[in-house]
């Protein structure tokens, strides 16, 4: 049975009535209309659905919408101030990190929430960060590079 | 070289803001008001009669709007590939589980998935085959008996071999008679998929005028469009195909796939449907690659010359002839210049999913196959294996195996690049191993078209048809931009659909940049020859005085003199020709061929079999880089694809039934970040003749070489040589082991018997 529940998504209190079943990334998409977040497999395998949750990157496909009540969730449509990008996003884009852009969200989330992190930006860290990220169109070198690109913007050295 | 202002200079892309805010748009985001959704139910069954559907319980079920099974489409025949040898939704016969054989609207998913539960089908069971070299032998049940009043049915042996394509040259007996060394081996690929990371996605609606209108995830926006028309028997003028930004396709999106469906429960209901595959569906509703065996026997000579090479080569296709065999006569040489051939490919039907096109269908296997026959032949003649490749290559003026003559090409300079890139020959320290392979493949051409408005403010607006693929419309842009002379944000790159694009080719195959690129260059000349001859009349010089660059036209020996391309956009409202529109239409384009060669190097654990891939190399002659970032992208993105077909991607098939078994991305195995190296990418230069500013292709080639160039490097580290793919840490251990990692053996008299003499 439907209940209501309510997220901050962006900054925004957002109400939904979705039934218990509901993931939180079929609640973005569908009844919040924010449909950044992409759907690749609903199983949590491609890291597509990525956003934060307090804080925390996670598979949003693998989230109950209503085990997020009263969460902050944070997700692409949420990183840019007005025309000015996140230096996530900023970095993506001059180092060529996407091509057709449905694993983009996800990559550029979890990217965001590594950065958040207190993990040191080692190439192996890196790549453990993007381990549950599928992208098929780049072959990841550029990825590795935009990523590397914005921990610079941070202070902090990579390898 | 001319010293270009926007050309191979590496430009963000003009999709690149809304790809990484999440405003761009895809088929999945599309939400019409009052809008069904719409699952489809397919057959459990690998071959049987449809006795009866029984829907009754499914159109009772509060919330379903329609249900709709294959009767409800007009009795047509549709193809794939080249034979139009299948319904869009089964009628009397399923072939394969996973066939569609109806399919529901209802208000939510949900109630569309218990809809499906409650249609009844009563199958009969029918005799299958799955496994395609019984299918081809002739002792198995004939797939589909009437095969030969297939629309487009040209020539096979018969039983469930559904065509065979031939190339034959020289003297290929004599060939052999006169060869020191004759090396005869069979090799096997594995089933694989697309891979694309965004779902199959549709929403089809109705026009109040009855026209369809579809938001499609497609590479062929033209092709889904005529395709519908013939499955839903109405004119190609009724339908509208909007290509929504597409999240990979690899060649699974070029024609028709799942539109039919929520079209015709569109036309049933009178309101918008939208269909969205699940991941599972996308491996079991959507053609992939199936498994191919690869016969090659080649004849050399001691000093390394090849003097004859016979190829037999047997593509499983499944249920349906989708993207067929001809990579197995068109790549069956390689890069290399060999006088006496007899080639020889067989598509053979199977009861399995249909196969689709994936990213050059066939020649990462035929690659796989002939790149590793190479090395072999190498060390047979202890030559080598670069050597032996340089000795062997094609050169501009040999005829290629389809008897075009090789116009210029980069082949030699890609293999130099990469010799000198990882200082080959080399031998590595123990476990660990050096190997390489050459990819080739043409610039695709095909019908292309563009047209570029000259805009009141200086800006042009450019208007294709063809879907963005992996950064080509900024490519297309920087095209427009150098022609005219202007800043790539001064090209605006028009979203477009089917009524308002002239029709052009499917973005696959790598046409678009060739071609397409083509079309664009020839538009932006025509509008620019537009605009010097409106500022000729107005400066009162002639229009050969004149160029055309930063935004404006003047006078070439008197530069202050000139007008900007507002000025003159605006004046040309008024003018005697009108509005300045330049269009181009060109149908095809000449042979530029493209050739890739890669090196890796490799760790192979002795203990675990496992191989890890530590460099690796690739050099590809682009003709020109229109846009470097880009094109590295693509070289980078198409070698780990390769990467994984190499070393862990395998759709895994019962054997019994057919049936996909591994229908996920956590049991299909597709490359992560963490299983990759660093990709380095030589871009090498050699200028087409035709292609726009001498570019080339550059998508398919980087994907060929990596299963070949890693087994060689396999067998460079522990001195085993694998056949079978995927080079899995199983079949390296057991290969190691000395355990037989050759399953799969072509019977290859009886095929040369079946020719008859």
């Known amino acids: 049975m439907k209940k209501s529940l309510q997220i901050t998504v962006n900054g925004e209190l957002n109400q939904a009535f979705v039934e218990p079943y509901y993931s939180l990334l079929d609640t973005l998409r569908d009844e919040m209309q924010m449909t950044g977040t992409k759907k690749g497999c609903d199983e949590g395998d491609c890291g597509a659905c990525t956003v934060l949750l307090n804080g925390k990157p996670v598979c949003s496909c693998l989230v109950l919408a209503h085990s997020a009540h009263d969460g902050e969730v944070i997700t692409i449509e949420g990183l840019a101030n007005g025309q000015e990008l996140h230096p996530v996003q900023q970095a993506f884009v001059e180092y060529g990190g996407l091509q057709c852009g449905y694993c983009t969200p996800g990559l550029i989330m979890a990217t965001v929430g590594f950065l958040e992190g207190d993990e040191e930006p080692t190439d192996e860290n890196i790549k453990h960060a993007l381990g549950g990220n599928l992208c098929r169109c780049t072959g990841y070198t550029k990825v590795i590079e935009a990523v590397k690109a914005a921990v610079a913007t941070t202070g902090r050295k990579t390898e | 070289m001319a010293d270009f202002q926007v050309l191979g200079k590496s430009h963000i892309r003009v999709d690149a803001l809304e790809k990484v805010t999440g405003k761009a748009t895809y088929a999945g985001d599309v939400a019409l008001p009052g809008m069904l959704m719409c699952k489809v139910l397919t057959s459990t069954q690998s071959h049987a009669t449809i006795v009866s559907i029984d829907a009754s319980a499914a159109e009772a079920l509060p919330g379903v709007r329609s249900v709709i099974t294959g009767k409800d489409y007009p009795d047509a025949w549709f193809g794939s590939g080249a034979l139009k040898d299948r319904r869009i939704m089964a009628r009397d016969e399923v072939f394969y589980i996973g066939e569609p054989v109806a399919a529901v609207a209802a208000d939510d998913e949900v109630t569309a998935l218990e809809a499906l539960d409650l249609i009844k089908v009563e199958y009969k069971d029918l005799e299958k085959v799955v496994d395609p ?33 031939d ?53 062929g926006p033209y092709q889904v469009r005529s395709q519908l028309a013939s499955v839903l028997d109405m004119p190609i003028g009724n339908i509208k195909v909007t290509a ?136 047979r003649l202890g030559m080598d294996p670069l050597e032996f490749r340089i000795k062997n290559a094609l050169s501009e003026g040999d005829t290629g195996v389809s008897g075009a003559t090789l116009p210029k090409n980069g082949l030699m300079e890609t293999m130099e690049a990469l010799k000198e890139r990882m200082g080959l020959p080399k031998k590595l320290a123990k476990g660990h191993g050096v190997g390489i392979a050459v990819g080739e493949w043409r610039s695709g051409s095909g019908p292309s078209t563009a047209s570029i408005c000259v805009n009141e403010d200086g800006t042009v607006s450019m208007l294709t048809g063809s879907v963005d693929i992996s950064g080509s419309d900024t490519s297309l842009a920087q095209i427009a931009a150098e022609t005219l002379g202007l800043r790539l944000d001064q090209v605006v790159v028009a979203k477009r659909n089917t009524d308002m694009a002239p029709f ?49 036209v003047y006078v070439q020996d008197n530069p202050p003199q000139s007008m900007d391309l507002g000025q003159l956009g605006r004046m040309s409202l008024s003018s005697r020709g009108g509005p300045i529109i330049g269009t181009a239409s060109l ?107 001498g570019a080339r292709a550059v998508a398919e080639s980087p994907g060929f070489g990596p299963p070949a160039a890693i087994a060689n490097a396999i067998y460079d580290a522990v001195g085993v040589r694998i056949k079978t793919l995927p080079l899995s840490a199983e079949r390296v251990l057991a290969a190691i082991q000395g355990r037989d990692t050759d399953e799969y053996r072509v019977d290859v008299d009886e095929l040369r018997a079946a020719e008859g003499p």
């Open chain 2, 133 to 165: 070299l019984q299918a081809i032998s002739g002792k198995s049940v004939e797939i589909h008996p009437d095969m030969e009043g297939f629309e487009g049915y040209g020539f096979a042996l018969g039983g469930n071999n559904c065509t065979m394509l």
């Open chain 2, 244 to 379: 929504m930004e597409m999240g990979g396709g690899f060649g699974a999106k070029l024609r028709l796939a799942l539109e039919a469906f929520p079209a015709l429960l569109a036309m049933k209901t009178g309101r918008p449907v939208k269909l969205v595959n699940t991941r599972e569906e996308t491996f079991t509703l959507n053609g992939p690659r199936l498994e191919t065996n690869i016969y090659l026997k080649t004849g050399v000579t001691n000093d390394g010359r090849i003097l004859a090479r016979e190829a037999r080569s047997i593509f499983d296709v499944g249920a349906y002839l989708g993207a067929g065999p001809n990579s197995g006569v068109g790549h069956g040489l390689g890069a290399y210049n060999i006088s006496n051939f007899k080639l020889r490919s067989y598509g053979v039907y199977t009861n399995k999913i249909y196969v689709g096109s994936y990213r050059a269908s066939g020649v990462a296997d035929m690659t796989f196959a002939t790149e590793s026959h190479t090395d072999v032949i190498a060390h």
């Open chain 2, 587 to 693: 149908s095809s384009m000449p042979y530029a061929p493209v050739f890739n060669a890669q090196g890796v190097e490799v760790i192979v654990d002795k203990e675990t079999g496992q191989v890890r891939v530590t460099r690796f190399v690739q050099a590809q002659d682009v003709g020109k880089a229109i846009n470097p970032m880009g094109v590295e992208g693509q070289l980078e993105g198409g070698a780990v694809q390769g990467i994984g077909r190499a070393l862990s991607e395998e759709i895994l098939i019962d054997q019994e039934t057919g049936q996909v078994r591994n229908a996920s991305l956590a049991t299909y195995l597709m490359p992560l970040a963490l299983d990759m190296p660093e990709i380095e990418t030589i871009l090498v230069e050699v200028p087409s003749s035709d292609g726009p500013f």
């Open chain 2, 167 to 219: 190339a034959d040259r020289g003297d290929v007996d004599q060939g052999f008679k006169d060869s020191d060394v004759i090396v005869e081996e069979t090799y096997h690929t594995q089933p694989i998929s697309q891979g694309f990371l965004e779902p199959m996605a549709c929403v089809a609606n109705v026009e109040a005028n009855g026209r369809l209108d579809i938001y499609a995830s497609t590479q």
């Open chain 2, 504 to 552: 052009t080719g499917p973005s696959g195959g790598s046409r678009i940049i060739y071609s397409q690129g083509k079309a664009v260059q020839n538009a932006a000349e025509d509008a620019k020859a537009k605009l010097l001859e409106l500022a000729a009349d107005r400066l009162g010089v002639s229009a050969e005085a004149l160029e055309c660059s930063g935004g404006k």
